[in-house]
């Protein structure tokens, strides 16, 4: 069973949830359940979901074909930084697993990103974050300035108006919306329910 310590708040109901060439999508495609993730690299709340529940849900639910799940990246304060976050996860064309384990790492590194005293300490710091990939300088601070990627955030934003979302981490579960954080044992039930009534 997943871990965790936050209470459910009760899903909504949507139309079922398209995906885009905007999201990162990890799963099969034929998984039964579908879960976009909207979250943000400088979301305190997102980085302990992440560094608790991740591993498991990923071992216990898309390893193993029940689920594929869709990260869509909703910046939280402050938004410069987190789009500049989300732009080194996906630099040099990464893959999903690629750009999932590099927002793990800036989770990881979240704390020490707020501490600097400044943008130009918080630009070093991304720099160093994103040599650790094997990313330069120059390619870091390519990404930074693509503008494609704000682009890319206003679209995301945009259409998370049809869910509702103003927060993170939030959650669409084959249609339904959970607001987050979801406890380990909440997203595992939401998780099952899912499968279980798409299911024939």
Do not use: K
Request: proline share 6%; aromatic share 8%; with cysteine.
């Amino acid at each position: 069973m997943l871990g965790g310590a936050f209470a459910l708040i009760a899903p909504r109901a949507y139309a079922s949830a398209e995906l885009t060439a905007d999201d990162m999508v990890i799963g099969a495609a034929s998984a039964p359940v579908t879960m976009i993730e909207y979250a943000s690299v400088t979301c305190p709340t997102c980085a302990a979901f992440h560094a608790a529940l991740w591993e498991p849900l990923r071992e216990i639910y898309v390893d193993t074909g029940r689920v594929r799940i869709a990260f869509r990246e909703f910046p939280t304060p402050p938004e410069a930084v987190a789009l500049a976050g989300f732009q080194i996860a996906r630099c040099r064309n990464a893959t999903p697993d690629q750009y999932i384990a590099r927002v793990g790492e800036l989770f990881r590194q979240q704390e020490a990103i707020f501490a600097e005293a400044n943008m130009q300490g918080v630009l070093r710091r991304l720099i160093a974050i994103g040599e650790g990939f094997g990313l330069t300088a120059a390619e870091v601070n390519a990404a930074i300035n693509d503008r494609s990627g704000a682009e890319r955030i206003r679209r995301i934003v945009e259409g998370a108006a049809a869910f509702d979302i103003h927060s993170t981490p939030s959650f669409v579960i084959n249609g339904a919306r959970y607001e987050g954080p979801l406890s380990g044992r909440d997203l595992a039930a939401a998780l099952d329910a899912a499968g279980s009534q798409a299911t024939p």
